[in-house]
């Protein structure tokens, strides 16, 4: 995390906006972000991060980070997803990101149907990262951080292909699962696997 300390006037309202990246994998943690955006330094190009090119996302990750008031990364792990559902693991890693900004903010707006537990309003925008900046912000770093994340596995664990399919249940993923077995990072409680271990 890193922030640049400025000052607002105090009637300007601080919004973080959350979203996550990695849901829907069979392996690796879930990774949430939450932003608050400069007013005074715009960012130009902020989007759904699943719309934009890698390269796009890794500079506008960047520039996020450097302009921003105050951005945080956390993750809920493999385990806490396997004991309380990923839904739950998600809104805890969003929690946790928000607890982790520098800058309390006056309002979260969270993308998506569901909101994590915070003591500051929150609502939550069905494709809120491709309306709103903050959440578009959110959704770019932690993708890019979760990416980065799944790289580091496919280093470890090479014969799994992770750099390309970021632990999703690809076609070449199951194979690899079927070829080379599970690894610990490889979420039990989703399906196919958790079918695979009852038998």
């Keep these: 995390m890193n922030n640049r300390q400025q000052h607002l006037p105090n009637k300007y309202p601080l919004i973080a906006g959350i979203d996550e990246a990695g849901r829907g994998p069979l392996a690796g943690p879930v990774v ?37 008031l105050s951005w945080s990364i956390a993750v809920a792990s493999v385990e806490e997803i396997d004991e309380l559902n990923i839904l739950q693991a998600t809104l805890l890693a969003m929690q946790r990101a928000v607890n982790g900004l520098h800058i309390q903010p006056d309002e979260a707006l969270v993308d998506g149907n569901q ?5 500051i309003p929150t609502l939550a925008i069905i494709k809120g990262d491709s309306k709103i900046q903050a959440i578009s912000a959110a959704s770019i770093i932690a993708k890019v951080e979760r990416d980065s994340l799944m790289l580091a596995y496919h280093q470890q664990h090479p014969r799994y292909s992770f750099h ?25 409680s989703f399906n196919p696997l958790r079918t695979l271990l009852s038998q």
């Design 32 to 68: 949430a972000a939450a932003v608050i955006l400069d007013p005074q330094w715009p960012i130009d190009g902020l989007a759904d991060s699943k719309i934009l090119s890698k390269l796009k996302r890794e500079n506008l990750s960047k520039l996020i980070k450097t302009h921003a």
């Design 115 to 119: 909101t994590p537990k915070l003591l």
């Design 164 to 188: 390309l399919h970021q632990g999703y249940g690809t076609k070449l993923h199951l194979a690899e699962i079927a070829e080379f077995g599970f690894l610990d990072i490889h979420r039990k």
